[in-house]
């Protein structure tokens, strides 16, 4: 079973009459559900309403309890939003099988396979820079 999931936000019968839409930024998610794989193609920029329907589809391919292979597809990608990421990031560490054949979409996977900074001190910091005094000394000890 094949189905073609796109987000709501985006209206595709209009878009010769949207001036600033962009081919790119058109989102389309293909799932294929089958016995020996479960598989998720992105196509466009993954963010919005389609985070949320990748999620629900990938939670629910995990639920099953048949050994079957769980992959999502990036290479068509042109992007994703923070939640986008976020997403990728989980179903990656989870152990989700990420393919990618395109130079753009092996950097996304670069980024998203990459290991997160921890945000907190860092262990090398700066000296604070001494004071400049802006008033006048005398120049020598007997003046």
């Known amino acids: 079973m094949a189905c073609s999931i ?22 389309t998610l293909r799932i294929f559900d089958r016995a020996e794989e479960f598989r998720i193609e992105i196509s466009g920029r993954f963010s919005a309403s389609a985070v949320a329907d990748a999620a629900t589809a990938w939670k629910q391919a995990l639920n099953v309890n048949t050994p079957r292979r769980i992959s999502v597809d990036i290479t068509e990608m042109t992007g994703y939003d923070p939640a986008g990421c976020a997403l990728l990031r989980e179903m990656q560490r989870h152990g989700t099988h990420m393919v990618a054949a395109t130079p753009r979409s092996l950097v996304f996977l670069d980024q998203i396979s990459a290991p997160q900074r921890v945000q907190g001190p860092s ?3 700066r000296k604070a820079k001494p004071e400049i005094s802006t008033q006048l000394r005398p120049i020598a000890a007997g003046q």
Do not use: G, K
């Open 6 to 27: 796109r987000p709501r936000n985006v209206i595709h019968n209009l878009e010769p009459l949207i001036s600033d839409c962009n081919d790119e930024d058109i989102l």
């Open 123 to 125: 262990l090398v910091t």
